[in-house]
């Protein structure tokens, strides 16, 4: 079967793209491994000791930049739907982050504790239709947020992904009162042609 002409662009998109090449020789499960390792560099939140939440995690890239910065006295716990291949140093989760069960056992693991940083790089599957992708993705963030006011730990770090949509600034802006500092960022690995943009929020205030 001929391949679409869609699908043709996206594998000619691949084989040129630089950070596509690069994983394979880092050991990288995405490329989006350097979306994160691009906003540490930028903002320096993931500190050796650290316990780090990653909600969306499959395949695990954002862990491996994650496990490496906070080194072994800290701790990354990765949650997704999907499975995942064990991460040396990482305690995996499967299952919907929504869920009391996970919500339970992820406090179990922490032992009382609250995290330092909480990530999400979750994404909807994009349907084209703008106002449900914007629902969509706004839903995730609101999911994600909720996981920090329960779980961050007061001056913690919360880094997700947002895009660019016309009701996102209003989410964007119900972050202001709650942390000290925050950011919007754009990475190098994200593509320019994608509405994706990462909201760095820092100082989380209870």
């Given at each position: 079967m001929a391949k679409s002409a869609s699908s043709n662009r996206w594998l000619e998109r691949q084989s040129q793209d630089k950070f596509v090449k690069q994983r394979l020789k880092d050991g990288f499960r995405s490329r989006s491994a350097y979306k994160l390792r691009d906003i540490n560099a930028r903002f320096k939140v993931l500190r050796k000791g650290a316990t780090v939440l990653d909600l969306g995690a499959a395949p695990g890239g954002w862990a491996q930049v994650a496990m490496s910065a906070v080194g072994k006295k800290g701790g990354v716990l990765a949650i997704d739907l999907l499975d995942m291949d064990a991460l040396q140093g990482a305690v995996l989760i499967k299952g919907d982050c929504k869920d009391e069960k996970i919500m339970a056992q992820i406090s179990e693991e922490l032992q009382g504790r609250k995290a330092d940083v909480i990530l999400s790089d979750m994404a909807p599957n994009m349907s084209g239709i703008m106002l449900q992708d914007e629902a969509a993705s706004l839903a995730l963030a609101e999911t994600a947020l909720s996981f920090a006011?329960?779980?961050?730990?007061e001056r913690g770090t919360f880094i997700l992904k947002l895009f660019e949509y016309?009701?996102?600034?209003?989410f964007y802006e119900g972050l202001i009162p709650l942390f000290g500092k925050v950011s919007r960022y754009k990475p190098e690995a994200s593509r320019a042609k994608s509405r994706e943009f990462y909201v760095v929020a820092q100082r989380f205030s209870i």
């Amino acid at each position: 079967m001929a391949k679409s002409a869609s699908s043709n662009r996206w594998l000619e998109r691949q084989s040129q793209d630089k950070f596509v090449k690069q994983r394979l020789k880092d050991g990288f499960r995405s490329r989006s491994a350097y979306k994160l390792r691009d906003i540490n560099a930028r903002f320096k939140v993931l500190r050796k000791g650290a316990t780090v939440l990653d909600l969306g995690a499959a395949p695990g890239g954002w862990a491996q930049v994650a496990m490496s910065a906070v080194g072994k006295k800290g701790g990354v716990l990765a949650i997704d739907l999907l499975d995942m291949d064990a991460l040396q140093g990482a305690v995996l989760i499967k299952g919907d982050c929504k869920d009391e069960k996970i919500m339970a056992q992820i406090s179990e693991e922490l032992q009382g504790r609250k995290a330092d940083v909480i990530l999400s790089d979750m994404a909807p599957n994009m349907s084209g239709i703008m106002l449900q992708d914007e629902a969509a993705s706004l839903a995730l963030a609101e999911t994600a947020l909720s996981f920090a006011l329960e779980l961050l730990k007061e001056r913690g770090t919360f880094i997700l992904k947002l895009f660019e949509y016309p009701d996102t600034n209003f989410f964007y802006e119900g972050l202001i009162p709650l942390f000290g500092k925050v950011s919007r960022y754009k990475p190098e690995a994200s593509r320019a042609k994608s509405r994706e943009f990462y909201v760095v929020a820092q100082r989380f205030s209870i």
